[in-house]
């Protein structure tokens, strides 16, 4: 199975990721706030989990090797996933308290 170029991972990044956003946050009528938070929650997650993986790698306790038969794997199990919670939330009724 070929690896990705360094353009298709770029173009992946920053135009197939917030296409899948923005269809994510229309499909379950996010509002303004909740989109806000997710983006700085998104941006808070990205900034650890990088100091963290950095640290983690200078001192020798892990690194992250590419295996393309992982990465196809891990992809069919996301995409479902987030189609299910979009599902999930737009079949919900609108405006209504869950008691």
Known sequence: MPTLAPIQALSIEFVVAPILFVASAYFTRADRRRIVGALAGALAY???TYLWDRAAAAVGW???PYDP???TKMLGLYVPAGLVACRR????PSGLARH
């Open 46 to 48: 990205c900034a650890l």
């Open 62 to 64: 892990w690194h992250y």
């Open 69 to 71: 038969e992982i990465a």
């Open 89 to 92: 939330r737009r079949h919900r």
